[in-house]
């Protein structure tokens, strides 16, 4: 079984910011694997299905963003899932817009959300999808830039990006591996 964790913060308000790129992405991909994130439990928000045919949880934390590891580890141990079958999705400054990165492992970098993740977790040994929203415009401080919309402009290229980050999600499943 898999764990699919897209990172972001609930409501309204914060729906289309740049720090909302894992919730965005793994709400396509509930789309386009039939699965509705509708069980309140683990301080989240999750649905269960099938991905390319093998069991998965998708699952977006409801702790705000620099609290994700309280949902992740509780969902993680009732379910009895391994970190190495742990997908996280999240934003990263440090890539360019509109791309991603699939990574086996790896540090926090400057992301509190990760930062919780491998720090409930214990270990950095876990898969992770990112998805770039950097650079920082020069004029912004980095939390308030993270914490403003995505301008309508260029949500067709968050879009496919988002494409893109649910087929990485699929083939890591579909093959079995972490990267």
Known sequence: MWLIAGLGNPG???????????????????E???FFLDKDKFNGMYGKGKIKGEDAIIIKPTTFMNNSGECIVPAAKFFKIDPDHIIVVYDDIDIAKGT??????????????????????????????RIGTGPVPEHFELINYVLTDVPKDERVMMNDAFVKACEAIEKMVEDGKKS
Not at 16 to 25: I, P
Not at 112 to 127: D, Y
């Open 12 to 30: 309204k308000k914060y729906m289309y910011t740049w720090h909302n790129m894992g919730y965005l992405a793994v709400d396509l991909l509930a």
């Open 32 to 34: 386009r694997n039939g």
């Open 100 to 129: 991603i990165r699939v990574r086996e492992k790896g540090s926090a970098g400057t992301h509190n959300g990760m930062r919780s993740c491998i720090q409930h977790l214990g270990t950095e040994l876990f898969p992770r999808v």
